[in-house]
């Protein structure tokens, strides 16, 4: 049943009902043959449209698994514009870690063992927004310690001032 049906109590007058046998005595019967048969092309071709868009997309989808213990990297800034994790900027860094695994919640996502640093942070992520961790001592990123205060903001400071005046 259609919410319209649902709503009114009666099907939509429309070129998809129309194959109704009430509404051929008014129309007449070759015009509501040709209706439906157009409707049915429609269809079809819109079937075929899907289709090839579905097979177009599964080329570049593939389902990913992880293990619990598996190093993950974390995709900090996944937006431009939008300051996750205290990394703004052009230059900064997109992943941040490595982080292991604590368990699987649900199909795509799982939750992760964040510093203390991140504890304001959720910690079950989506599997898009992790990648596989190669061991190599020359890749460990940590992220930097910010002070957020209760309007979730910070200040940023200067490390050294290069030149006085």
């Not at 048969?37 to 079809?44: D, P």
């Not at 292991?100 to 939750?111: H, K």
Request: charged share 30%; glycine share 4%.
């Amino acid at each position: 049943m259609t919410p319209f049906e649902a709503l009114y109590g009666r099907k939509c007058r429309s070129t998809v009902y129309w194959d109704d046998r009430a509404d051929a005595a008014m129309l007449g019967p070759e015009m509501i043959h040709e209706i439906v048969e157009q409707v049915h092309i429609i269809r079809q071709k819109m079937r075929a449209a899907q289709d090839r868009q579905k097979s177009y997309t599964d080329l570049k989808r593939n389902d990913i698994e992880f293990v619990v213990g598996d190093k993950m990297l974390l995709k900090v800034s996944p937006m431009r514009g939008v300051v996750r994790f205290g990394n703004k900027g052009k230059l900064s860094l997109k992943h941040i870690g490595p982080y292991e695994i604590l368990d699987r919640v649900g199909e795509v996502a799982y939750r992760l063992a964040l510093p203390p640093a991140l504890d304001r942070v959720h910690n079950i992520f989506h599997v898009s927004q992790l990648r596989k961790y190669v061991s190599d001592p020359t890749h460990v990123l940590e992220p930097e310690h910010i002070e957020i205060d209760e309007q979730l903001s910070y200040v940023k400071e200067p490390k050294e001032i290069l030149i006085e005046k």
